[in-house]
C-alpha cells in the first residue's frame, strides 16, 4: 500500500504560477500526475519514472514541469502560465510498474491520491 498527500493547491489568475507537491508513504518507479475540471475527464498531465524519464499532455508542454526527489519520496508539478481551463482537481498517482507513459495514458495507476484544488481565474 502506498499512501499520497497532494499540497500546493491555490487559486490564481491566468498567467500566474503554482508548484504541487505529492508526499508518498515509500517510493515507487511510476509517479504522476492527473487532473479533473469540472464536468471533465480525468487527464493524465505528467509522469516520471524513478529514473527520470519524463512524459507530458500536448495541453502542458511547456508549461508544466515535473520533477522528483526519490529521497523525499515527493514529485512536484511546477506550472506557469497558467490557463482557465488549468482548474480542477489536480490527484497524485504511483505505480510500482513500468511504462509510465502508458499507464498514464490509460490512467493505470494502483494507488491515488485524494488531490488538491487548482483555481485559475481569468
Known amino acids: 500500500q502506498v499512501n499520497l498527500v497532494e499540497s500546493g493547491g491555490d487559486s490564481v489568475q491566468a498567467g500566474g504560477s503554482l508548484r504541487l507537491s505529492c508526499v508518498a508513504s515509500?517510493?515507487?518507479?511510476?509517479m504522476a500526475w492527473f487532473r479533473q475540471g469540472p464536468g471533465k475527464e480525468r487527464e493524465g498531465v505528467a509522469d516520471?519514472?524513478?529514473?527520470?524519464?519524463?512524459s507530458y499532455a500536448d495541453s502542458v508542454k511547456g508549461r508544466f514541469t515535473i520533477s522528483r526527489d526519490n529521497f523525499k519520496s515527493t514529485v512536484y508539478l511546477q506550472m506557469n502560465s497558467l490557463k482557465p481551463e488549468d482548474a480542477g482537481l489536480y490527484i497524485c498517482?504511483?505505480?510500482?510498474?513500468?511504462?509510465?507513459?502508458?499507464?498514464?495514458?490509460?490512467?493505470?495507476?494502483?494507488?491515488w491520491g485524494k488531490g488538491t484544488q487548482v483555481t485559475v481565474s481569468s
Open positions: 515509500r517510493a515507487t518507479y511510476c
Open positions: 498517482a504511483a505505480d510500482g510498474g513500468s511504462d509510465c507513459e502508458r499507464r498514464r495514458l490509460r490512467g493505470s495507476f494502483d494507488y
Open positions: 516520471i519514472d524513478s529514473y527520470g524519464s519524463i
